[in-house]
């Protein structure tokens, strides 16, 4: 069974920072696009951020742009997402996901079990 775990998320400041780590458990992943969804309580999930098979495309919502990078491993099948400059408002549960390049930045087939991130002001 594919599995996509995440970790690093936690309580931090506002202006602080956070890295966001998300391990697949099989190595075909490395074949995959890989991404970052969150869904903020009462809110809908939101795409983040995604990063093609090859690492050599990025993607970012607007208002994460500047502040937040994602990366890929060396082995490809882990992707992070270090974020700086949090804001109160980037407190959700984030979701790691997996699919093809044309498929990730819209409803991914693979998903992790979230981890939390809060932002207090």
């Known amino acids: 069974q594919v599995q996509l775990v995440e970790s690093g998320g936690g309580l931090v400041q506002a202006g602080g920072s956070l890295r966001l780590s998300c391990a697949a458990s099989r190595r075909t992943f490395s074949s995959y696009a890989m991404g970052w969804f969150r869904q903020a309580p009462g809110k809908e999930r939101e795409f983040v951020a995604a990063?093609?098979?090859?690492?050599?495309?990025?993607y970012y919502q607007d208002s994460v742009k500047g502040r937040f990078t994602i990366s890929r491993g060396n082995a490809k099948n882990t992707v992070y997402l270090q974020m700086n400059s949090l804001k109160p408002e980037d407190t959700a549960v984030y979701y790691c996901a997996a699919d093809s390049d044309r498929l990730i930045r819209g409803t991914p087939k693979y998903w992790g079990q979230g981890t939390q991130v809060t932002v207090s002001s």
């Open positions: 990063i093609t098979w090859s690492g050599g495309s990025t």
